[in-house]
């Protein structure tokens, strides 16, 4: 074992000298490749890259950030609740994202609002020698502070209001809430509860207003409850409030894990999904199509959300102009239970 591990680490891995003979060009042309100089004719750019796939050539990481002063890498701070799908697909989204267009991605969690948690959080990034962040922090509590944070690379927020610079970096939480309710209005109810999420998130609180806003349009009987955490457990005892009385005969709930919840509880209540009540979520969760029944819901495209951060952060590292004027649209899936 111990011999060949010195014979592996003895053989030399090809380098820009083996690329470049094997393309039959130069070293120089082989490093402007390799920094993506527009000098270079494409006829050229392929057989270099030709050359690279063909001998498994990997630039070294070290050798490129003394030429370019760029790592490229990006940086991503994440709140404590990273965890839930949300923000747990937009951070595999912006992974995604970052590896098509280049870059190297590498991610620091604030545990808590605290400013210091938050500085120590960037510190470990700009250890790093990120290029630029990107900030999946949608609790309200988590931007206030970071409000006071002061952001030595480019930055731009995902999950965040939506409002100015940032506003084609959310998903159109209103539009998806008002698509459920005519969805549900067109299906003939009346009186519709919406199970509310946290209110110290962006995405609840847009969710919740574009409940209202349709309802209003609408002419339906529109009823709020209390603020819930996004978990099943929180939806059913939430909806176990409201479900004795026969008159609400469908659920708007802010998330899909909080329609679980909803329909456990009509269960216990006695109501047939969608016998008798109707229930739309939000998210689209994998598990959603395996509900029973399955689950009617607004689906989030992440995929769009991650590929736009990463232009967006990537054009302000280069210098360059990228804004995305409108919101990414939802879409909603039609199931069995509405």
Same mark, same amino acid.
């Given at each position: ?28 042309? /082989?490093?402007?490749?390799l =920094?993506d ?10 057989? /270099? ?10 630039? =070294? ?13 990006i940086? %991503? ?18 992974? =995604?994202?970052?590896r098509?267009s280049g870059?190297?991605?590498?991610? !620091?969690?604030?545990?808590t ?16 020698? +990120? ?8 609790q309200?509590?988590v ?9 030595? +690379? ?19 939480? +209103? ?5 459920? /309710?005519?969805h549900l ?6 009186r519709?509860?919406?199970?509310c ?26 009823? %709020? ?24 005969t469908?659920?708007?709930?802010? =998330? ?16 047939? %999904? ?23 819901? +607004? ?7 991650g ?12 210098g360059?102009?990228?804004?995305? !004027?409108?919101? %990414? ?10």
């Amino acid at each position: 074992m111990v011999a060949m591990a010195e014979s592996a680490s003895s053989a030399r891995l090809p380098g820009v000298r083996e690329v470049a003979a094997a393309a039959g060009v130069s070293r120089q042309t /082989v490093s402007r490749v390799l =920094n993506d100089s527009p000098s270079i004719r494409p006829e050229t750019r392929e057989r /270099v890259l030709a050359a690279m796939a063909e001998l498994e050539f990997r630039p =070294n990481r070290a050798a490129r950030m003394l030429t370019t002063a760029r790592s490229r890498t990006i940086g %991503v701070l994440a709140s404590s609740a990273s965890a839930l799908y949300g923000p747990a697909s937009s951070l595999d989204a912006v992974e =995604n994202a970052a590896r098509d267009s280049g870059y190297f991605v590498t991610v !620091a969690h604030a545990f808590t609002a605290e400013k210091e948690e938050i500085l120590a959080a960037l510190d470990h990034l700009m250890d790093q020698s +990120v290029d630029g962040i990107v900030v999946i922090a949608p609790q309200q509590r988590v931007q206030d502070a970071m409000l006071s944070v002061h952001f030595a +690379v480019p930055a731009v927020e995902l999950h965040g209001a939506g409002t100015g610079e940032e506003a084609g970096l959310v998903v159109d939480q +209103v539009e998806g809430a008002r698509l459920a /309710v005519r969805h549900l209005m067109g299906r003939g109810h009346a009186r519709i509860l919406h199970v509310c999420g946290p209110l110290d998130w962006a995405e609840a609180r847009a969710r919740r207003a574009g409940f209202l806003l349709e309802c209003e349009v609408a002419g339906a009987g529109a009823i %709020v409850s209390r603020a819930g955490d996004w978990t099943a457990a929180s939806g059913a005892e939430i909806a176990a409030e409201f479900l004795a009385d026969r008159t609400i005969t469908a659920v708007f709930s802010s =998330n899909d894990q909080m329609a679980l919840g909803v329909l456990h509880a009509a269960r216990r209540a006695g109501r047939s %999904v969608p016998g008798d009540l109707a229930v739309v979520g939000f998210d689209d969760i994998p598990e959603a199509a395996f509900f029973a029944p399955p689950l009617t819901t +607004v689906r989030q495209d992440f995929a769009e959300l991650g590929r736009r951060t990463v232009a967006r952060l990537v054009a302000m590292v280069e210098g360059r102009e990228l804004a995305f !004027a409108e919101p %990414v649209p939802p879409a909603l899936i039609v199931r069995e239970s509405a």
